[in-house]
């Protein structure tokens, strides 16, 4: 069974970086495309970044191009977001999801909070 | 970019009642390799999202049969066929034809009366 874990989230100042991990077990994600899917605290749910499962690709939310850096490294089995110049607005719990087009299974999430 | 319009948002629904809820995109879902990439979402309080249907009516292993989805074109509906207590939560629906972004409806709220 496929299970997504990720970590890294935490509470940061504004202008400040985090790197998010999601670590892979049950089948190897090399085969898939990746996402990052956030949502803000009692709000919905915001796509955030994706990746080609070879990495060749990336593709972002107008909000996050030019902070954010989504990443793979296949032969561990994992998947990276680098967030640099943090805003209030980021603060979400942070999902990766395994997929493309048939988007299916999200791991449990990690907290970033951005507050001063 | 595609947007997601999901109704109603707030849904109270008696146990053993039936439940249906609508998502219409703003264009037509139909991919160029003739699938139909629309996906629905469970969200249990305090728990991450999980996929009850993809491609309009697929169902994911392991879901009930009274979860069912149907629906065409930029038309989509979530049924229940008769509520347990179980199910309440939010439904999301998403859209994975026209990419980037990948989008979501503004989810639903179904609550047992």
């Known amino acids: 069974q496929v299970q997504l874990v990720e970590s890294g989230g935490g509470v940061v100042q504004p202008g400040r970086s985090l790197r998010l991990s999601c670590a892979a077990s049950g089948l190897s994600i090399n085969n898939y495309g990746m996402h990052w899917i956030r949502q803000a605290p009692g709000k919905g749910l915001e796509w955030v970044a994706a990746i080609w499962y070879d990495g060749s690709n990336q593709y972002y939310v107008d909000s996050v191009k030019g902070r954010f850096t989504i990443s793979r490294d296949n032969s561990e089995n994992m998947l990276f977001l680098q967030m640099n110049n943090l805003r209030v607005e980021d603060s979400a719990v942070y999902f990766c999801a395994k997929g493309w087009n048939d988007v299916g299974s999200w791991g449990q999430g990690t907290l970033v909070t951005v507050s001063s | 970019d595609v947007v997601m319009t999901q109704s109603p948002l707030s849904l109270p629904v008696s146990l053993g009642q039936p439940a249906s809820i609508s998502c219409r995109s703003s264009?037509?879902?139909?991919?160029?390799?003739?699938?139909?990439?629309l996906n629905w979402f469970q969200q249990r309080p305090g728990q991450s999202p999980r996929r009850l249907i993809y491609?309009?009516?697929k169902r994911e292993s392991g879901v009930p049969d009274r979860f069912s989805g149907s629906g065409s074109g930029t038309d989509f509906t979530l049924k229940i066929s008769r509520v347990e207590a179980e199910d309440a939560g939010l439904y999301y629906c998403?859209?994975?034809?026209?990419?980037?972004?990948?989008?979501f409806g503004q989810g639903t709220k179904v609550e047992i009366k």
């Open positions: 998403m859209q994975a034809t026209h990419w980037p972004p990948w989008t």
């Open positions: 491609q309009v009516s």
């Open positions: 264009q037509s879902l139909v991919s160029s390799d003739g699938n139909t990439y």
